[in-house]
């Protein structure tokens, strides 16, 4: 049986770093050692190093606001991204775009939005995977614009997170948030929403704090969650 040291583990380590497409049978007889046993310790190496991907990525936390769930009906009213330097990215919709003739208003708001995703390499979202990335796709579709693809743009959502590690009366934000001591998120209201894809400026301006408020929220559960998940690379 192998004794597997940390140097001979540090060794192992650096070998498939350095030689990332060979196979662990190609490793296991450059090193001179039975192929299981390597097989088994890389596949515990990576569980224990994965996370080191993270850590040099540009990670943005990111959230959408639309008149609709269903991006052929509805359009875009605003998006927001925090970047974990501080630096927030975010755009809304205006009454002037949404009182045009245009049949599509939000095809400027959508243009900032797809742009700005280029600042970071990996998006934590809340649902995302259900609503916000589905929804920004199919609107950038609808308007003949590039949408990463698969592989461009890495993805964490936090809903699954949550459904992995707690066991809650619901998924929602605002139950998580609650019960974890966090800064409460703001309700929906379905009346603002209705009077901004009318092109109410208040209702609009009101929708796009939202919006901003639920990055912090969502970097703060980030944070909260991490000692807890091991973050996995998915694209988005």
Known sequence: MIKWTKALQDDLWDTHEEHPGWSTKKLAGEMGLPWKAVDNALFRLRCERQDHWLDNARVGFFDIESTDLKANVGFMLSWGLL???????????????????????????????????????????????????????????????????????LHIDLYYAVKSLMRLTNKRMGTVTEFLGMAPKDHYDVRV???????????????????????????DLFISLGPYKKWLRRSI
Request: aromatic share 8%; proline share 3%.
């Open 83 to 153: 970047a974990t330097d501080g630096t927030t990215y975010s755009d809304c919709i205006t009454r002037r775009e949404i009182m045009g003739a245009a049949m599509e208003p939000d095809k400027r708001v959508m243009q900032s939005c797809l742009k700005a995703l280029h600042e970071v390499d990996v998006l934590v979202t809340y649902f995302g995977t259900g609503f916000d990335l589905p929804f920004l796709r199919t609107r950038a579709m609808v308007h003949g614009l590039l949408f990463p693809a698969y592989g461009q743009l």
């Open 193 to 219: 929403w209705n009077k901004a894809r009318r092109g109410d400026e208040e209702a609009l301006g009101h929708i796009h704090s939202h919006n901003l408020s639920d990055l912090t929220i969502t970097q």
